[in-house]
Nanobody, 119 residues
Framework: VQLQAYGGGLVQAGGSLRLSCAASGRTFSRLRMAWFRQAPGKERELVAR?????????YYADSVKGRFTISRDNAKNTVYLQMNSLKPEDTAVHYC????????????WGQGTLVTVSS
């Protein structure tokens, strides 16, 4: 599986960005997809994940709940992260990950896209 993440950038606090992650090389609809982020000096953390078994099931970290929305378009082999009401503490490199087993480790990673939120 090859993952290509894009959409990061510089935004003021309170603004919005949409990240995209395009997948290729495997049946996308069977992949559990997720967005992680890593801020300077911190460990990588799970931001949101989405499964697909006919109906999407989602999970969000408490820190982004109500502000971020993860979605997927299986026809376009793409997963999105809509980020609203951004805060300076959301500044991080954001990565998309793919789990082919559905409940296992994320074996495949995109290259990361930097989100910078200015105060």
């Amino acid at each position: 599986v090859q993952l290509q993440a894009y959409g990061g950038g510089l935004v003021q606090a309170g603004g919005s960005l949409r990240l995209s992650c395009a997948a290729s090389g495997r049946t996308f609809s069977r992949l559990r997809m997720a967005w992680f982020r890593q801020a300077p000096g911190k460990e990588r953390e799970l931001v949101a994940r989405i499964t697909w078994s006919g109906v999407s099931s989602t999970y969000y970290a408490d820190s982004v709940k109500g502000r971020f929305t993860i979605s997927r378009d299986n026809a376009k082999n793409t997963v999105y992260l809509q980020m609203n009401s951004l805060k300076p503490e959301d500044t991080a490199v954001h990565y998309c990950g793919a789990d082919p087993q559905g409940a296992g480790p994320y074996d495949y990673w995109g290259q990361g896209t930097l989100v910078t939120v200015s105060s």
